[in-house]
């Protein structure tokens, strides 16, 4: 008995993943201590940099969930990069995400990023949809 063969499925659609890089800026887009604002994959990214490194996170602070776009880049000698939230000045280690605050326990998220041929470049896993609200 031979089997005729069977229907290729239907392709899946493309899934962004969280080992997609996606090119958001070139690298001299960006000057010392400056940051821009991005939408990858549906969420709100912060691209900063800090001498010569780039960093993304989430632009959304844990504190009260305003955007961190704006807020102070800094560096101590010796120490790591911080971003400080413009609102209530909350301050995230920007290569970790983690709290340098007693404003919130919440670490910031942070997201893969690299320079490739002059582009940074970020990995971003995609937004889930909020769950809808029957009342509205
Ligand atoms: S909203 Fe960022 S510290 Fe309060």
Redo the contacts with the bound molecule.
């Keep these: 008995m031979t089997r005729s063969p069977s229907p290729a499925p239907d392709p899946e659609p493309p899934q962004a993943s969280a080992n997609d890089f996606v090119v958001v800026l070139d690298a001299d887009a960006l000057g010392d201590r400056e940051s821009r604002a991005v939408w990858v994959h549906g969420r709100a990214v912060l691209i900063c940099r800090v001498g010569r490194r780039h960093f993304a996170v989430a632009n959304r602070?844990?504190?009260?969930?305003?955007p961190?776009a704006g807020g102070r880049l800094s560096q101590r000698p010796f120490g790591r990069p911080t971003l400080a939230?413009?609102?209530?000045?909350?301050r995230f280690d920007l290569t970790t995400g983690a709290v340098r605050?007693r404003?919130?326990q919440k670490r910031l998220e942070t997201y893969p990023v690299r320079v490739v041929d002059g582009r940074v470049e970020v990995a971003v896993p995609p937004a889930h949809p909020e769950p809808m609200d029957d009342d509205a």
């Design positions: 602070c844990p504190h009260a969930g305003r961190l939230c413009p609102v209530h000045d909350a605050s404003l919130t």
